[in-house]
């Protein structure tokens, strides 16, 4: 059965610093979000992509953040400088051909700013 | 705005039914979706509601009234593996964005 996957599982990086995390999207799925879930929190929407363009973003989703679909299988977020609060789970989610269609998460990356 | 209640946490009995419950309040839907999350993973799909009534699927069912903003997550012979949290979220907007309710730890006693 096909699934989303992201790397890396886990992500130690020190405040101020650039992380990238990773999702391969289902191959066929056109639809693509990236959320986020502080520990003991909600799910958190950051941002929707779709036909290589941001179709909506979060409040949270600041200048500090960037997506990327950089090949045709790969969709990438990027924080620019990491801040202590950044620190959290980041679940990758994609949809197939219609944004109505279920969402499927991959298993997420657990990121730790110190 | 979006808002969406369930309850905190709930207990049930190993073999016994639960009804989890979801009220949301939201300015575009497109559907009411729930998802299974254990601690320390992804979340996992269970069910989607579009119209009004019930949608059974194996031991899980879920209804929704879209007049009264309030769906339910039917559980039943529950295992002791169902224990885990229940997030109640609703898809709005044009390319529909999950807003999740805080979940409902639910915890299955033997």
């Known amino acids: ?114 | 705005g979006q808002n969406i209640d369930q309850p905190t946490e709930m207990t049930a009995t190993e073999g016994a039914i639960v009804q989890i419950n979801c009220t949301y309040q939201t300015s575009g839907f497109n559907g009411l979706f729930w998802y299974q999350q254990h601690a320390g993973e992804a979340p996992t799909f269970l069910s989607y509601n579009v119209l009004d009534g019930l949608e059974e699927k194996g031991r899980f069912s879920s209804f929704l009234s879209r007049s009264k903003g309030y769906s339910y997550l039917l559980l039943k012979e529950l295992q002791m593996k169902d224990s885990a949290s229940y997030l109640c979220a609703t898809t709005g907007g044009g390319y529909n964005k999950l807003i999740f309710g805080a979940g409902t730890r639910l915890a299955v006693h033997p």
């Open chain 1, 1 to 114: 059965e096909p699934e989303v996957t992201q790397t890396p599982s886990h992500q130690v990086t020190q405040m101020g610093q650039e992380v990238i995390l990773r999702c391969v999207p289902i191959s066929n799925h056109l639809y693509f979000y990236w959320y986020r879930q502080i520990l003991g929190q909600k799910v958190e929407f950051l941002v929707s992509f779709y036909n290589n363009e941001i179709s909506e973003k979060s409040e949270i989703f600041d200048d500090q953040f960037s997506v990327e679909r950089p090949d045709g299988s790969n969709f990438t977020l990027k924080i620019r400088s990491t801040k202590l609060e950044d620190s959290a789970m980041y679940f990758c989610a994609s949809t197939g051909g219609v944004s109505t269609d279920t969402q499927y998460f991959g298993p997420g990356t657990r990121l730790t700013v110190l």
